[in-house]
């Protein structure tokens, strides 16, 4: 095993880095599809209007909490070149993830922080600083607003928030939206057939064993080789981790470092069932008889009693 002083910066390195999949390129497309293109069909930064009136269009990810979905959409941004650098030098696109307390006010001051806006008055009426945020998006050159964990927006103020974000979409200074978040934010956009024609939608799928196994095995073999780990051999390791991380990607991955970070705190040569055990009580604050990774029939366990983890009970080893 490598030096813990250089075991732990190959770790930093290694929680920077992506794993590429299908779901990049099906991303991708969903939001280059917004986009206009010139005559030679090049890419643009100007939204691209779908009907005689002007109208944009957007996109909706959606996926549970841990999925990995704010990932996949700032990577897919960052990754488009025509988005990379508009007037001023700053992107073309522009987002953040709804503030607390969730109100549209709230939502669009934070969305005229982030532009770099100096004078929002806080006391000015909601709509009076949508239409600032409005004016400023068309002065910066932004083409695509981007809010994240959107379903926390529709706890108050739905109505409104739902006739801002078609309002967006209409006018000469007309953007492409895109929001990420739960189901829940899925059921909201239903609600209004307008805005729901508006967006095509890409569900980011639970974690499957039979489907996904190989390759998060492939993943951790990869991480151990970078920083110096022996792999762990435990034969239903990657069933035991997906349960723990509710079968969703993000979660798995962070519980995976987590528990190389333990090893090498450790000064341990391999990583381990051990490893990823201590890693997990460590987040849950569960008991050893709760704990996936301790439990002879994990997938018996119900990490969270609000969420229902209907998933096929494996196969006796």
């Not at 990379?84 to 969305?111: D, I, N, Q």
């Not at 109505?159 to 967006?168: N, P, T």
């Not at 064993?209 to 110096?228: I, K, L, N």
């Not at 997906?242 to 450790?266: K, V």
Request: glycine share 8%; net charge neutral.
């Amino acid at each position: 095993m490598a030096k813990p002083e250089t075991a732990e910066t190959a770790l930093k390195r290694v929680r920077s880095l992506h794993i590429g999949s299908a779901r990049d390129a099906e991303a991708a497309s969903h939001i280059t599809r917004l986009l206009a293109k010139d005559e030679q069909g090049h890419l643009t930064p100007v939204a691209e209007r779908f009907t005689r009136t002007g109208e944009t269009r957007g996109f909706m990810l959606i996926g549970g909490p841990g999925s990995g979905k704010s990932h996949l959409i700032k990577r897919t941004l960052s990754k488009l070149t025509v988005l990379r650098e508009g007037e001023y030098g700053r992107p073309r696109y522009l987002g953040c993830p709804v503030p607390s307390p969730a109100t549209f006010k709230s939502m669009t001051l934070a969305l005229l922080e982030e532009s770099g806006y100096p004078d929002a008055n806080p006391r000015k009426e909601a709509w009076s600083l949508w239409q600032d945020l409005r004016h400023r998006l068309e002065l910066l050159g932004i083409s695509v607003l981007w809010i994240d964990e959107a379903q926390d927006l529709f706890c108050a103020d739905r109505k409104l928030i739902l006739r801002a974000l078609k309002s967006l979409m209409q006018g000469d200074d007309a953007v492409v939206v895109v929001l990420s978040g739960t189901e829940d934010l899925a059921k909201v956009i239903r609600t209004d057939p307008q805005v729901k024609r508006r967006f095509t939608a890409m569900v980011l799928p639970d974690l499957v064993e039979q489907v996904d196994g190989d390759s998060f095995r492939d993943v951790t073999s990869q991480y151990c080789q970078r920083v110096g780990l022996g792999e762990p051999v435990e034969a239903d390791l990657i069933g035991r981790i997906f349960h723990g991380a509710r079968y969703r990607f993000g979660r798995a991955l962070e519980l995976l470092l987590q528990a190389m970070e333990i090893a090498i705190g450790r000064g341990d040569g391999d990583l381990d069932i051990g490893h990823f055990a201590a890693a997990y009580a460590m987040n849950e604050a569960c008991t050893a008889a709760e704990n996936v990774f301790y439990a002879e029939h994990y997938w018996l366990l119900k990490p969270d009693e609000d969420e229902e983890l209907e998933r096929p009970r494996p196969r006796k080893r």
